[in-house]
């Protein structure tokens, strides 16, 4: 798999703060927001969805200026909440479902009962990346593999070179495990080095002021590294099986809407052939919002260059199933699903494994969904 310069996201305790968190958001939904599901009178659903300032989270953003949601009869109420927080107010019902991924589920699931991942359709392939601290006389992996060392030995090389040093990245989120999990994969730990916990843009700010020899953030953070000279260390699965980007909600939303958000994933899957079709169009409508909203400083140039290269988008259910659902996927959601069960278990962070059967429902949604609507739709 290519390891072409790309770019989302330990665990702190989410999981044991969960309760704080969803009591302040549970609260503050219920003095702002109309409740939410159920057909209103004109027949339309409304959906509060949570997204995050990221240029794959925010593709909704593309649908609400084209008037697909209001075509698929829905009433989408985009909510910008911080990565980290996206979990705590779908637990909590500050919103209705949200995009995240796998490891924010397993991260709630021992608490947050009701919370299910219901469908996949974006693995993060290439897109996390090690970026090093420039001068700090960290070698990069392709350096190594330049230097005459394997593909293996070079991958050992450059995580065993961390030793000592301090990583700066976002522990409650996916993004610490991959950092974890590229340690652990030769045999070091978190007390092998020095971890600065802070939320990707705070993370970025100081990394680039001088903080930390090595850096993981998402991919807007990761462009303006590279673009401040910072080497990508290694990337993609070279660190850890890639994020899976997809919708989650509760259970009982789901009881209650399930066409609704079975019209949604449509949605989803019709803003990515858009964006195959017409991707200056589509990043020019991201980049806008997401520069708008962070200091990514993302060119529509910068989003072209990313599409369906350092993660994947899937355009319709068939390729959901041949990227995530197959064991022979790219990225079979079990070898993700497991890894993050095996990390936030070891760190404490759970109490125990979290079901698949219960809290990943993607395989029974897809069936579902290609009732409805075939495996291999076209157009948009």
């Known amino acids: 798999m290519s390891r072409t310069p790309s770019v989302p996201r ?5 999981a044991a703060g969960l309760a704080v968190a969803a009591l302040t958001l549970t609260a503050a939904a219920c003095n702002s927001e109309a409740e939410s599901g159920g057909p209103a009178a ?23 200026q084209k ?11 985009l909510k910008s909440l911080a990565w980290d927080a996206i979990m705590p107010a779908v637990a909590s019902g500050g919103v209705d479902a949200a995009i995240n991924n796998t490891t924010g589920v397993v991260s709630v699931a021992n608490k947050a009962t009701n919370v299910v991942y219901w469908y996949a359709w974006n693995p993060f392939t290439e897109g996390s990346a090690l970026m090093g601290k420039k001068g700090s006389g960290l070698k990069t992996l392709d350096e190594f593999v330049a230097g005459g060392l394997s593909e293996d030995a070079a991958r050992a090389e450059t995580f065993k070179q961390l030793k000592g040093r301090t990583i700066v990245t976002t522990m409650s989120t996916d993004m610490g495990k ?75 939303f789901v009881g209650a809407n399930e066409e609704a958000l079975l019209k949604l994933v449509n949605v989803f899957h019709r803003i990515i052939r858009y964006c195959d079709a017409n991707t200056a169009d589509c990043g020019k409508i991201i980049t806008d919002r997401l520069n708008q909203d962070t200091g990514a400083n993302l060119t529509v140039q910068g989003f072209q ?27 079979y959601w079990k070898k993700t699903w497991d890894g993050d069960n095996a990390y936030l278990t070891s760190n404490g962070s759970i109490p125990a494994a979290v079901d698949a059967g219960k809290h990943f429902l993607v395989e029974k949604t897809w069936n579902t969904y290609v009732e409805k609507y075939g495996a291999d739709e076209t157009g948009y």
Do not use: C, H
Not at 10 to 14: D, F, I, Q, V
Not at 42 to 64: C, H, K, N, W, Y
Not at 67 to 77: R, S
């Open 305 to 331: 260059d990313f599409w369906q290269k350092f993660e994947l988008y899937a355009p319709n259910a068939k390729a959901t199933k041949e990227l995530i659902l197959d064991p022979g996927g790219v990225s």
């Open 178 to 252: 991959q950092v974890v999990a590229a340690l652990e994969s030769v045999g070091l730990s978190q007390k092998d080095v020095k971890i600065v916990d802070l939320d990707p843009d705070q993370g970025l700010a100081a990394f680039l002021s001088g903080t930390g020899d090595a850096y993981l953030g998402g991919i807007p953070q990761r462009v303006r590294a590279t673009a401040e000279g910072m080497p990508v260390l290694a990337s993609g699965p070279d660190l850890a099986p890639p994020p899976i980007n997809g919708l989650v909600t509760t259970t009982d």
């Open 67 to 77: 008037g697909w949601f209001k075509e698929a009869g829905l009433n989408v109420e």
């Open 42 to 64: 004109d027949g339309t659903t409304t959906i509060r969805l949570g997204i995050s300032p990221f240029q794959d989270t925010m593709i909704p953003i593309v649908a609400e």
């Open 10 to 14: 330990t665990a702190r305790t989410l």
